[in-house]
């Protein structure tokens, strides 16, 4: 499975911004799939994820409520919708796809190159 996130920019605080993954593969629509981050100096850290049906979804505390996780099966694409942006959640985004649930934890089966999203102050 190749995956391609895009969507990334420099936005002002309190701005959106929607980020796409793109999967490619024979058997890609079979994953669950999820978000995580990387800001500079610091661990990569989970933002959110959905199942392969779509009908369930998770999210990191920091995030909760003014980001949203969904999918279009039929285009095999992840979006993540970020509303009410902060400084802090600049950072390198990338998509990430698992034949099995892991939620938060970074166990996926492959990964995205990544996008950069720098929200000013």
């Known amino acids: 499975v190749q995956l391609q996130a895009s969507g990334g920019g420099l936005v002002q605080a309190g701005g959106s911004l929607r980020l796409s993954c793109a999967a490619s593969?024979?058997?890609?629509?079979?994953?669950?799939m999820g978000w995580f981050r990387q800001a500079p100096g610091k661990e990569r850290e989970f933002v959110a994820a959905?199942?392969?049906?779509?009908?369930?979804?998770y999210y990191a505390d920091s995030v909760k409520g003014r980001f949203t996780i969904s999918r279009d099966n039929a285009k095999i694409t992840v979006y993540l919708q970020m509303n009410s942006l902060k400084p802090e959640d600049t950072a390198v985004y990338y998509c990430?796809?698992?034949?099995?649930?892991?939620?938060?934890?970074?166990?996926?089966?492959?990964w995205g190159r990544g996008t950069q999203v720098t929200v000013s102050s």
């Open positions: 990430a796809a698992a034949l099995r649930w892991y939620g938060a934890r970074d166990l996926y089966d492959y």
């Open positions: 959905i199942t392969l049906s779509g009908g369930w979804t």
């Open positions: 593969g024979r058997t890609a629509s079979n994953y669950n």
